[in-house]
């Protein structure tokens, strides 16, 4: 829209004028062929306060950012905005379990500036000095009164801020009804017999201790966080058996419920969202037994290698507009009642976002032991080499 | 400057790189495979064999391993004969390079993204749904051992071609016209002539596919659906999930002593073939 050498005639803007009175074509098809919303755009830069503002304090933040993060988690258009106005580059990394992204920290040189803990791993994080206290100062939009404390107290650390919530949500499984007579399934149970039977070779489970775990200790009805040895020999009882009927383990299922090659995985509720949206016979399922619900939060490492623009990027994010086309993107709720105002009705009624109350009570967070425990680490990895 | 000093200058480099890059690490893999897990990951020195003990939970990812890596190799070595020999001694020579850069050419493109085409190749929407056309329905391949053997024999194809051209195309074709002349049939003179004598190139081929295949873990993850395991993943599971350097440093170690013990047994059998030792380039 910079080029201006095309010009209108007058009979030929009249003639798009009536056009658009006549209701024939759209507002922006009137405004781009007459110039008029060039034009716009060109008296409004020349106007200071019209132009977007840049999402931190004026200074050189550099030309990169490392964020590490899930799958299907971002709003792509969102880095670039970023990028436009501080001039650093979003480089992004995908994790499958939090386990993951511990390990390549505690190996060290992990290059990240920003990543993505999950509420239970917090504490340890910062116990062994792999966190970086957060300057709320340098988060502007962070506005911490306007989040549910539910989902941002595991932020804060013997009354040290260290992490900044980004969004919440349930861990459940998601069907395609469509093979099993339009029907979806209700709890963990049903979830791991109809693997072993009509849904054989057609089944995910997540590449993830928590949760893999955790659902099979469902299965049995004990806690989802459980460290008791006899719990957890029931649950790689079951794991070992369904084993050979699964199409595979992954966290990343959707390309595979999407091809349908999967029917039935573990699913995180934004991955359930999208699925949904894109495809109405798969249904999100929350397990009748309880399971996991979590939240999710944007820390730095420490030694975080551009620091000014890991503050940058996060406070970005966390500008309720910039948040509000993140969650559109990704389908997890948002604790901040700012950036949920700013959502379309229908997203704030929906029940895979918002799940009704009867159904969130008996779900867990998870537990900091369970990232730690040595049995459930190794029950986890003898399961995946069966 | 001596002729002493001027030969171990010249060899520094490559002496230090094999100093830090190979004994050191190695080394501290030992070291560690004495240890204990810390409690939140990672090892604490000490000097038990309890990870050793531990070793028989993961036979099945040593199964696999020593089950998949030898009949890739052999599948590798079947499908890339006919095409060296056809390189080597049947292709008009115009065409040679043509051809012998088209082998080379896969190699532009990273394994990794290669090895994702094939998942969608192998997945319902790609060749199962064209058998399922033809009447072969609800084929699975993808997460199978068999998609993991694809993989593998396709990542591994232009290593396994290479070496049979080199030891085809030096072959002295004046033997093959003398055999004839003698009256030996096709298939004979192919049997004491042609074989024997590309046995050092088999030798390579296969030796250089084989050992990398033991370390692979890429092609398993991608196209087994973390359901075919080979001890590649279970070292990037013990060190990137469970974090448990010490155990994963006695399955390391273990895995090494394994191919250091696979590999002498096949260097003798090769050299029973008839191979001398010094024909095989990589030994």
């Known amino acids: 829209m910079t080029k201006f050498n095309d010009y209108i005639s007058k009979q030929k803007f009249m003639e798009e004028l009536y056009r658009y009175k006549r209701g024939s074509v759209t507002r922006r098809h009137f405004l781009n062929v007459t110039g008029l919303g060039a034009a716009t755009a060109v008296l409004g830069a020349a106007v200071p306060g019209l132009l977007p503002r840049p999402a931190f304090a004026a200074g050189d933040i550099g030309d990169r950012v490392i964020l590490a993060t899930w799958p299907n988690y971002h709003e792509p258009a969102n880095f670039e905005a970023f990028t436009e106005a501080t001039g650093a580059h979003v480089q992004v990394n995908v994790f499958g379990s939090n386990e993951e992204m511990l390990a390549k920290l505690q190996a060290g040189g992990s290059g990240w500036d920003v990543y993505v803990p999950t509420n239970y791993t917090i504490t340890t994080y910062v116990s062994e000095g792999l966190i970086e206290p957060l300057d709320a100062s340098k988060l502007p939009n962070y506005d911490a009164s306007a989040f549910d404390a539910r989902y941002a107290e595991a932020g804060s650390v013997d009354g040290q801020l260290y992490a900044v919530p980004k969004d919440w949500g349930t861990t459940g499984l998601a069907i395609n009804t469509a093979h099993n007579g339009g029907k979806a399934i209700t709890s963990w149970k049903e979830f791991f017999d109809i693997t072993r039977d009509s849904f054989s070779g057609r089944t995910m489970v997540h590449d993830y201790q928590l949760t893999t775990i955790g659902n099979a200790l469902k299965y049995f009805g004990y806690s989802f966080n459980s460290v008791d040895e006899a719990e957890l020999a029931d649950a790689e009882k079951l794991l070992i058996d369904v084993k050979p009927h699964l199409f595979a383990i992954s966290s990343d299922y959707q390309p595979s419920m999407r091809s349908g090659d999967a029917w039935l995985t573990m699913c995180w509720s934004g991955d359930g969202k999208q699925l949904n949206t894109d495809m109405p016979e798969i249904a999100y399922v929350l397990g009748a037994e309880g399971g996991e619900i979590w939240s999710d939060y944007y820390a730095i490492p420490k030694g975080a290698p551009h620091m000014d623009a890991a503050y940058a990027l996060i406070n970005f994010l966390l500008d309720p507009a910039v948040n509000a086309k993140e969650v559109l993107a990704h389908g997890y709720p948002t604790a901040d009642a700012n950036t949920f105002a700013l959502l379309p009705e229908s997203l704030r009624n929906d029940p895979i976002l918002f799940p009704a109350q009867e159904l969130l009570s008996p779900l867990e967070f998870g537990a900091a032991q369970t990232l730690t425990d040595p049995n459930r680490a190794e029950l986890m990895a003898r399961f995946k080499s069966a | ?283």
């Not at chain 2, 250089?208 to 359901?227: N, S, Y």
């Not at chain 2, 990037?236 to 006695?250: E, T």
């Open chain 2, 1 to 283: 400057m001596t002729q002493r000093t001027r030969n171990l200058l010249l060899l520094a480099p490559a002496g230090t790189w094999f100093l830090v890059m190979l004994i050191v690490p190695l080394s501290v893999v030992l070291i560690f495979s004495f240890g204990e897990r810390a409690p939140a990951g990672g090892v604490v020195p000490a000097f038990t064999f309890e990870q050793y003990a531990n070793l028989p939970a993961r036979w099945a990812a040593f199964r696999n391993t020593l089950f998949l890596a030898p009949v890739g190799t052999i599948a590798a070595l079947l499908i890339a004969y006919p095409l060296a020999y056809y390189l080597a001694v049947k292709v008009d020579p115009k065409w040679k390079m043509l051809l012998l850069v088209l082998v080379i050419v896969p190699f532009w493109t990273s394994i990794l993204i290669r090895s994702y085409a094939w998942i969608f190749l192998l997945g319902g929407r790609g060749i199962p749904a064209l058998l399922g056309w033809i009447g072969f329905e609800d084929i699975r391949l993808i997460n199978t051992p068999f998609s993991v053997l694809v993989g593998i024999i396709y990542g591994y194809l232009p290593l396994m071609v290479f070496p049979l051209f080199v030891s085809l195309d030096r072959l002295d074709k004046r033997l093959l016209e003398a055999s004839s002349d003698l009256g030996a049939k096709p298939w004979r003179t192919f049997a004491q002539i042609t074989l024997p004598l590309s046995v050092p190139g088999i030798a390579t081929g296969c030796m250089l596919v084989f050992i990398l295949l033991m370390g692979e873990f890429l092609i398993p993850a991608l196209l087994g659906g973390g359901k075919v395991f080979f001890v590649g993943n279970a070292l990037v599971d013990l060190f990137l999930q469970s974090r448990n350097w010490a155990y994963g440093s006695a399955v390391a170690v273990t895995l090494v002593v394994v191919m250091l013990i696979t590999v002498t047994i096949y260097m003798r059998l090769i050299s029973r073939l008839g191979a001398h030792r010094e024909d095989v380039s990589l030994m």
